[in-house]
């Protein structure tokens, strides 16, 4: 499963590098949807930060996202109710901001026995220096760090079929 956190109309234009890590989770989502990958996707306080952006609703499809007011994930039960129901203890971990949203919730997975992958080219945070500590921190926690095409081409596990060429396409 994927978790998608807060990547909202007024939250991902103050990124480092948004335009890079909008394209980048973009292609991720897209994917993700090939692959027929679960999503579980937040949204902090949304009256105030606005809605997923467009692309990335685009690339996710059909989703309901769960509302949250807690930095961390964990926090809102609709949130711990939907992870649950997937029954799967891998997460590929995506979102902003990494140093506080992310990192709680990945932090509180990883204590909950989840295997959390960071898919580091799909975290961001409005200063580098925050998302490079925040990346360490849930590394040396016990997560585990990708990159976004890493992880599509370990899912499918070989070069053959529709899959395959989709997701070529997308990387590409």
């Known amino acids: 499963m994927a978790i998608a956190i807060d990547f909202q109309e007024k939250l991902l234009p103050a990124m480092s590098d948004d335009r890079t890590l909008e394209n980048k989770v973009c292609r991720f989502f897209a994917g993700a949807r090939i692959m027929e990958l679960p999503v579980v996707v937040t949204q902090q306080y949304t009256k105030g930060l606005g809605d997923t ?13 769960v509302e ?3 930095f961390s994930a964990i926090g809102e039960p609709e949130f711990v109710k939907q992870v649950e129901e997937l029954g799967k203890k891998t997460i590929l971990m995506t979102g902003i901001e990494a140093h506080i949203c992310v990192e709680q919730t990945t932090l509180d997975l990883l204590e909950r026995g989840y295997d959390v992958f960071l898919v580091t080219d799909c975290i961001g945070s409005r200063k ?3 998302l490079k500590g925040a990346v360490m921190r849930m590394v040396q926690a016990g997560a585990v760090p990708v990159t976004y095409e890493a992880v599509l081409y370990e899912m499918l596990g070989e070069a053959s079929g529709d899959r395959f060429k989709a997701i070529s396409k997308i990387v590409k």
């Open 53 to 65: 952006t467009a692309p990335i609703k685009e690339a996710l499809g059909d989703f309901d996202h």
């Open 68 to 70: 949250k007011k807690s």
């Open 128 to 130: 580098e220096e925050d």
